[in-house]
């Protein structure tokens, strides 16, 4: 059984550039999750979905940063345009209600804007 | 106040030696709590639920007292396999999933 799937596992682009994550959720859960994480900040949650509808995007830091989910299988994050600031890993999530909110993670996409 | 605050650490234990992690919680209507566990350069992977009356799980044991808000996890026997970075885990009301700062524990041969 596949888990949650997220590509690139490595990023790494010029400042200014336009940056796009991918995340295909595990078959079956209706959330999703993005997360990024720094040595500084930990895990942050960016934002999440139910249902392939966004319910908290409080964790956005700015306008630069926007995510979709256009159906039950697959989200994207963007960042555009990129800054240094925004090397971090970022992860996927996924879960069901079923399962309590377990959520199960992407290995995550590591992003280098130089 | 973060919503979910961790003890700073690292710890650092010999092997065979209980170790205790502390999380707090802010939001009191929060609903489901877990431990996630993450190694070096991966992804966290879930380790245990938390449930109301405490559960076990081998040499893991969480407990999670509602009232203070408050959440640990006891690992005894401690192993060098166990060093990593332990996340308390909380979802609060509207299904948001947050996670702590994480404590990093180191067990010495």
């Known amino acids: 059984d596949a888990g949650v799937i997220q590509s690139p596992r490595h990023e790494v682009t010029e400042m200014g550039q336009e940056v796009t994550l991918r995340c295909k959720p595990i078959s079956g859960h209706n959330s999703l999750f993005w997360y990024r994480q720094t040595m500084m900040r930990g895990l942050e949650l960016l934002i999440y979905f139910n249902n392939n509808v966004p319910i908290d995007d409080s964790g956005m830091p700015e306008d630069r940063f926007s995510a979709k989910m256009p159906n039950a299988s697959f989200s994207t994050l963007k960042i555009q345009p990129s800054e240094p600031r925004d090397s971090a890993v970022y992860f996927c999530?996924?879960?069901?209600?079923?399962?309590?909110?377990?959520?199960?993670f992407g290995q995550g996409t590591r992003l280098t804007v130089v | 106040r973060k919503e979910v605050e961790q003890d700073p650490g690292p710890f650092n234990v010999p092997e065979g030696a209980t170790v205790a992690f502390n999380c707090t919680y802010s939001n009191s209507a929060s609903q489901s709590f877990f431990w996630y566990r993450q190694d070096c350069r991966k992804e966290p992977k879930l380790l245990m639920s938390?449930?109301?009356s405490g559960n076990e799980d081998g040499r893991f044991t969480a407990q999670l007292n509602r009232a203070s808000q408050y959440i640990s996890l006891l690992i005894r026997d401690s192993k060098l396999s166990d060093s990593a970075t332990y996340l308390c885990v909380v979802q609060t009301s509207y299904d948001k999933v947050i996670f702590g700062p994480g404590t990093s524990l180191s067990v010495i041969p």
């Open positions: 938390v449930y109301s």
């Open positions: 999530a996924s879960s069901s209600l079923g399962g309590g909110r377990k959520a199960f």
